[in-house]
Structure formats: C-alpha cells, structure tokens
C-alpha cells in the first residue's frame, strides 16, 4: 500500500507522575532522517525511541518533539547577589549624604534590579520507579503518536495512488495510440517509398525484390516495437510495486525515468499523423507523476 511522507500526529498523556504532550511530524525527504527534542532527562532512553520511529517509518524527515510537566512541585531557589547588592546600599548612602535622597533600601527596591538576585529552578530527582514509569508513559505516546501519523500518511497515500494509477492509465493508452499510428504510419512511408521508387526506377533494369528488402529495412528503422513492450513491461511493474506491502517511492521514481527514455527513444523513431503531439502529452502526464512521487515513502 502507497504511504504519503507528509503527515501529522499529536498525543497527550497525563498520569501521577507527569503531564506528556508528544508531537509527530514528517515531510519529504531522500531517506530517513529522524530529529527528536527531549527533555534532559529522557536522553537515556533517546535510542528506543528512535528505533520506535524506525519501525514505522521507512522514509522521510521526522520531527518528534516531548514535552513534559511533572506533578511533583519544583523547589525553587532564590540568591542575592551580595556584590550588587553592596555596591547598590553604597551608592544609596552616598546619595543620601548629598541630599539627593532620604530613608534608606526597602526589600522591594532591591526587586526592581534584576541583577540583585537570581531565582533557579531545580530539577525534581525520582526514584527509579517513578523514572521508570515516566520514560514507559513517554515512549508509549510517541508508538501511538507514530500509529497515528501512520493512519494519517496511508490515508493521503491512498490519495496519491488514485491519482497516479489514472495518470498511469491516461499515459497506456496514449502510448497504445502512438503504437496504431505509428503502424498506420509505418504502411504509409512503405506505400510511398515503393512508389517512388518505383517511378524512379520504371526506365531501369532493378531487381524489384532487392528494392522491396530495402524499403522495408528502411522502414524497420522507425519500428518502436521493442520500446512499446519494455514500455509495457514499466506499467505493470509500476502496478506490482504500488499495490505491494513495501516502500515503493524510490522504485517509482527510478521507474519513471526509465519510462521516460522509453518515450523518448519512441518519439525519436516513431513515424506517424499525431506522434509528436501524443508523445508530448505523455512525457507532461510522466512529469507532473514524477512529482507526486516525490511525496511517496
């Protein structure tokens, strides 16, 4: 089944411990490239949870972000900066001796400084079991986070698919008209060449049946027979490969090239009323798939 690269999942976990907001995003990429933003204090247990996202996810760029708030209250720790503070009531007394202040420091003028004091916030430190609890409640989030995405980028694969099997169908049967009218095409050029020959020829002692081989070895030269079938062969791979359980995007896109220079050796040989137009029209339909198919895992 065809899968999207795009795609967006958000999870949010509460339990005694701690409040778990978890966030999944993924957008298009070459192979896979996976970015996680922890908190400190999940950085043991960062390898499992990339290896969760491995197991989901085959290609692309994936943001997994983790936030977390714990239940347990934050000591907070506050510290005057005695140098400033010194260096503030000195300024002040000086002040005063020359008039140009009266009373002496209130608490809440230190407060106006930012620089008199420093308040921290100090981590909460759990037990084993606590952490333990905490670090199974966050990497179950991100699995579910990553089901989540995945129901979402088959969803919009299942999109991509549609449109690209009526694209594929579209170019088939464009390629079928160029195969009729490069036969008819083909007759044409003979029946034109014998008869040229012919009137060339008609004062001559030529043996007829040389010349007739070498019309048809000239005309043999604009046959696209091998193209159309290696061109047919492309199609329904293309079939196998998006209907298959795998990741398909990079065979697609090699396969579109090959498609490609199978329509362009056709369109060079092919000899026929409405060739050129028909095998534009293919090569635009092949483009506009190429990219949609850069969206595709």
Same mark, same amino acid.
């Given at each position: 089944?065809?899968?999207?690269?795009?795609?967006?999942?958000?999870?949010?976990?509460?339990?005694?411990?701690?409040?778990?907001?978890?966030?999944?995003?993924?957008?298009?990429?070459?192979?896979?490239?996976?970015?996680?933003? *922890?908190?400190?204090?999940?950085?043991?247990?960062?390898?499992?949870?990339?290896?969760?996202?491995?197991?989901?996810?085959?290609?692309?760029?994936?943001?997994?972000?983790?936030?977390?708030?714990?239940?347990?209250?934050?000591?907070?720790?506050?510290?005057?900066?005695?140098?400033?503070?010194?260096? *503030?009531?000195?300024?002040?007394?000086?002040?005063?001796?020359?008039?140009?202040?009266?009373?002496?420091?209130?608490?809440?003028?230190?407060?106006?400084?930012?620089?008199?004091?420093?308040?921290?916030?100090?981590?909460?430190?759990?037990?084993?079991?606590?952490?333990?609890?905490?670090?199974?409640?966050?990497?179950?989030?991100?699995?579910?986070?990553?089901?989540?995405?995945?129901?979402?980028?088959?969803?919009?694969?299942?999109?991509?698919?549609?449109? *690209?099997?009526?694209?594929?169908?579209?170019?088939?049967?464009?390629?079928?008209?160029?195969?009729?009218?490069?036969?008819?095409?083909?007759?044409?050029?003979?029946?034109?060449?014998?008869?040229?020959?012919?009137?060339?020829?008609?004062?001559?002692?030529?043996?007829?049946?040389?010349?007739?081989?070498?019309?048809?070895?000239?005309?043999?030269?604009?046959?696209?027979?091998?193209?159309?079938?290696?061109?047919?062969?492309?199609?329904?791979?293309?079939?196998? *490969?998006?209907?298959?359980?795998?990741?398909?995007?990079?065979?697609?896109?090699?396969?579109?090239?090959?498609?490609?220079?199978?329509?362009?050796?056709?369109?060079?040989?092919?000899?026929?009323?409405?060739?050129?137009?028909?095998?534009?029209?293919?090569?635009?339909?092949?483009?506009?798939?190429?990219?949609?198919?850069?969206?595709?895992?």
């Amino acid at each position: 089944m065809m899968k999207s690269m795009t795609g967006f999942a958000s999870v949010t976990r509460e339990d005694d411990c701690a409040s778990i907001g978890v966030t999944v995003r993924s957008v298009n990429h070459r192979y896979l490239d996976v970015q996680m933003r *922890l908190p400190q204090v999940l950085s043991g247990i960062e390898p499992r949870l990339r290896a969760a996202v491995q197991q989901q996810v085959a290609r692309g760029r994936v943001e997994v972000g983790v936030s977390m708030q714990m239940r347990q209250q934050a000591k907070i720790e506050v510290e005057l900066n005695e140098v400033f503070a010194g260096a *503030l009531a000195k300024a002040m007394a000086h002040a005063r001796t020359i008039g140009l202040v009266a009373g002496h420091l209130q608490p809440g003028d230190i407060l106006r400084f930012p620089q008199a004091l420093t308040v921290r916030e100090q981590v909460v430190e759990l037990d084993s079991a606590a952490s333990a609890a905490v670090e199974a409640a966050v990497e179950g989030a991100i699995v579910q986070a990553l089901r989540d995405l995945d129901v979402m980028r088959r969803r919009e694969g299942a999109m991509l698919q549609k449109d *690209l099997d009526a694209r594929k169908e579209a170019i088939g049967a464009m390629m079928e008209r160029v195969a009729g009218l490069a036969k008819a095409g083909d007759e044409s050029l003979k029946e034109r060449l014998s008869a040229r020959i012919s009137e060339m020829t008609a004062d001559l002692n030529v043996d007829r049946g040389a010349v007739a081989q070498e019309v048809v070895r000239f005309v043999s030269r604009s046959d696209i027979s091998e193209e159309l079938v290696r061109f047919r062969a492309h199609v329904s791979q293309w079939t196998s *490969l998006s209907d298959g359980p795998e990741p398909c995007g990079r065979k697609l896109d090699f396969l579109l090239q090959e498609m490609n220079r199978e329509v362009n050796t056709t369109g060079s040989k092919a000899d026929g009323a409405g060739v050129p137009e028909l095998i534009i029209s293919i090569k635009a339909e092949l483009e506009k798939m190429r990219e949609q198919v850069q969206n595709v895992e």
